[in-house]
């Protein structure tokens, strides 16, 4: 059973720009394009701006995610992906893109597609102070605790898959 397209308020800020589209059946994100030319030399960053503003129905949010073929094609990144658009945002979508390539520059031109908004209904929750969480069979562990790649290598107790960042975050507490 197929639901109804949910309705989204769109306004064109620059009148020329096409509206975010769906490039295929079932994708989750519709494209968004830059309105702005733009030359990225290797390692710097801009925000370009999309022409369009939304207005989404409180319980949603949309999430501004790269475009794949950017990051393997021309190492173009997001800085803040995803970036947040909130319910009650009314202002022009825009995107931080940077340019990761070591050597070759790249070029925006005006109208190409650089991101990909995703909608997506979100949850408002209610957040309760504890003393003490309950076990999970995670617990604590993170940044790479679950191993999978050789390049984690061991932890300090000699265990494959160990967290060799650790001890450089815990070095920075209180920075």
């Keep these: 059973m197929t639901r109804a397209p949910l309705n989204v308020l ?7 720009v096409p509206l975010p589209a769906y490039e295929h059946p079932g994708d989750a994100g519709a ?31 949309a999430f501004v995610h790269p475009r794949s073929g950017l990051a393997a094609r021309c190492g ?4 803040n992906a995803p970036g947040t658009v909130d319910a009650g945002y009314r202002g022009e979508i825009k995107v931080i893109v940077v340019n990761l390539d070591p050597r070759e520059s790249v070029r925006f031109e005006r109208f190409d597609r650089i991101a990909q908004l ?3 209904q ?11 969480l309950p076990d999970s069979a995670r617990a604590e562990g993170g940044f790479g605790s679950t191993g999978g790649h050789a390049a984690v290598g061991a ?7 160990g967290n060799r960042y650790a001890s450089v975050v815990s070095d920075r507490k209180g920075q």
Excluded: H, I, M, W
């Excluded at 769109?10 to 020329?16: E, I, K, T, W």
């Design 76 to 79: 173009v990144a997001l800085v």
């Design 155 to 161: 932890d300090t107790n000699g265990q494959q898959g």
């Design 118 to 120: 995703v909608v997506q």
């Design 10 to 16: 769109l306004r064109r800020v620059d009148p020329d």
């Design 122 to 132: 979100v949850e408002r929750v209610r957040f309760q102070e504890v003393a003490e």
């Design 31 to 61: 494209d968004l394009r830059t309105t702005e030319s733009c030359e990225l030399k290797p390692g710097e960053r801009a925000v370009l701006p999309t022409g369009v503003s939304v207005a989404l129905p409180e319980g949603y949010a």
